[in-house]
């Protein structure tokens, strides 16, 4: 058959590629030499097959060019996955629980995909590069998952992470930079919309894409022209306040934002050593991706049956009171029952509040509803605990206009 075909050519594609992984239990980014410029900390640490940095000299402070000027992020080792052929879409529909169809060329949308109990296996953004072409971002390998789903369709499917380099540039002055370094009409991209540029010869794409919950880009270019790509970028950055900005930055952003993250706010199905500490889609609040009427998709049945007889969980978003992160606490009622766990916390400089996201136990979690945090804390070797007051909260802590904006401002 076609797709079994396609399947040990794939697999020997994705060997090839990494034939050499007993020497190399990392790689060094495209953008290394200019990561290391930039890296006065000296600290490196892994994302999936890459080094990457924790934090390039101040945590802080690269958080705060993140909200109020620009930061750059490597997003290189993002893990990302070629679709093609004719039945690229009917495939990623069975894949995914949202209609695919509904994403057109030259747009991204984001989805999950699910076992067949109807619980997560990984999110990600898809790319519909051109029409039957789609790139699929995600945490995780799913090279496996992926050509396991493949049989009975004329698809082919390549893991493609070393062969695309890619760079986030998140911020308020970010379209300005963008403007700044020739990207003509940037500024009329729309919100996950996706353009092209010629670079020095090769072909530079641009999505109007992030994890920052803000105005911001990814940039994506072949390998080659990675660090002229970084060299030319903080060049027309230099008069507005360009940073580099490491994972630790990133992580206080998108907690701001909302974004939930494999392994932190949800367990891999696939990981799971327990069924039942997995999460279905409806329980980290992303039922607007299940898309029941496009047809038959993996998990299908199981999410029809959770939504009739409801969740177990609700994963929400807590204000806090006082100062003090709740990171790894439990939760519990007014009355002092166990509620559930903190899965990300952060004191937020924007909001000027303690926030967290949280796993609470159905039906517990609605807008509103107040319960107790358990925070421990450290200070001169003594530990403090402390019962914080924390209510439910629906909005986003961070959620500014200009994320909308198009064209946006000229910061």
């Not at 500024?187 to 109007?208: A, H, I, K, Q, W």
């Not at 929400?316 to 990300?344: C, E, H």
């Not at 609470?360 to 107790?372: I, N, S």
Request: aromatic share 12%; hydrophobic share 40%; proline share 5%.
């Amino acid at each position: 058959m076609q797709c079994l075909e396609n399947r040990e050519t794939n697999m020997r594609t994705v060997d090839v590629s990494r034939q050499d992984h007993y020497k190399n239990a990392v790689y060094p980014s495209p953008f290394h030499s200019r990561q290391k410029e930039h890296n006065q900390l000296k600290e490196w640490s892994r994302w999936a097959d890459y080094l990457s940095v924790p934090a390039y000299w101040c945590e802080s402070m690269e958080y705060f060019a993140g909200r109020n000027s620009c930061g750059v992020f490597d997003i290189t080792p993002m893990i990302k996955h070629l679709v093609t052929g004719p039945d690229a879409l009917p495939y990623l529909n069975r894949l995914m629980t949202r209609d695919v169809s509904k994403i057109k060329p030259g747009r991204v949308g984001y989805s999950v995909w699910c076992d067949s109990q109807g619980q997560v296996i990984d999110d990600g953004t898809i790319f519909h590069l051109k029409e039957g072409v789609y790139r699929i971002c995600s945490q995780e390998h799913q090279i496996d998952w992926f050509m396991t789903n493949a049989l009975g369709f004329d698809v082919n499917i390549v893991e493609d992470t070393h062969d695309v380099a890619g760079l986030a540039l998140q911020g308020p002055t970010s379209c300005a930079v963008l403007k700044d370094m020739g990207l003509e009409g940037i500024e009329n991209l729309t919100p996950f919309g996706l353009t092209y540029f010629d670079f020095e010869g090769t072909e530079l794409m641009v999505s109007r894409t992030g994890f920052t919950g803000d105005l911001g880009y990814e940039l994506w270019i072949d390998p080659d022209h990675a660090e002229l790509l970084w060299d030319r970028l903080f060049a027309a950055g230099e008069l507005r306040g360009i940073r580099a900005m490491g994972s630790d930055a990133l992580e206080l952003l998108r907690i701001e934002a909302g974004f939930i993250l494999a392994g932190v706010d949800f367990l891999p199905a696939m990981e799971a050593v327990r069924p039942t500490h997995t999460r279905s889609p409806f329980e980290l609040g992303l039922g607007w991706l299940v898309s029941f009427d496009k047809g038959i998709f993996n998990g299908r049945q199981a999410l029809l049956e959770e939504k009739e007889k409801g969740s177990r969980y609700h994963l929400v978003k807590l204000d806090i009171d006082g100062n003090k992160p709740a990171n790894q606490s439990f939760v519990y009622t007014k009355n002092n029952k166990y509620a559930g766990t903190v899965t990300s916390a952060m004191w937020s400089p924007s909001a000027k509040a303690s926030i967290a996201l949280a796993s609470l136990e159905a039906p517990l979690g609605k807008p509103g509803e107040e319960f107790l945090v358990e925070i421990y804390y450290q200070r001169e070797l003594k530990w403090s605990r402390v019962m914080a007051p924390a209510r439910v909260v629906k909005e986003v802590f961070w959620d500014p206009p200009r994320k909308r904006q198009t064209p946006p401002a000229d910061f």
